[in-house]
């Protein structure tokens, strides 16, 4: 679903990834069997509600990327996944948001971004709000849908909010 006078933002959370080992390497955490199974379950309803972005953006971080992966095929989305150090959980949401203003001026008319809580929350609470203190917290797995007003506000509306297990129960 495309809207006419703003941009289309996607914001998809990891699914279910490995725990994190004591002196291990985060970024190289995998989804697990079950966040893989999970998310393939949520892909139907992706492919449904979801029109292929013009871009999509993912974190370096593995399970982002893997997450990534199914989300591009879900919704059919033809380019390459590009990848954006300021999706990394602990960045700070006005990078990402200057990624957006980017993509705006550029006429893109939708994004995807996957990426990790604390900073998809954060980066949802601005986008909403224009408050960048207001955070709304993603399940993993989460896919968020926002319309900004216009392509040079990104203060949007929320349309869609998506549980990957809700996702995954629509047939």
Known sequence: MRFAHGVHIHLLRHGIAEDH???GDDAARALTDEGHKRLRKAAAAWRRLV??????????????????ELFCEAVRFR????????????AAPSHALA??????????????????????GYLLGLLLTGQGRMPVPFKKGMLVGVETESRTSLVGHLRLALPQKLAGEID
């Open 99 to 120: 990624l957006l203003e980017g993509e705006a001026l550029a006429g893109t008319a939708g994004v995807a971004l996957v990426g990790h809580e604390p900073h998809l």
């Open 79 to 90: 380019g390459e996944a590009r990848v954006c150090a300021d999706l990394v959980p602990n």
């Open 51 to 68: 029109a292929p972005p013009d871009v999509v953006w993912t974190s370096p971080l593995l399970r982002a990327q893997q997450t990534c």
């Open 21 to 23: 080992a004591p002196g």
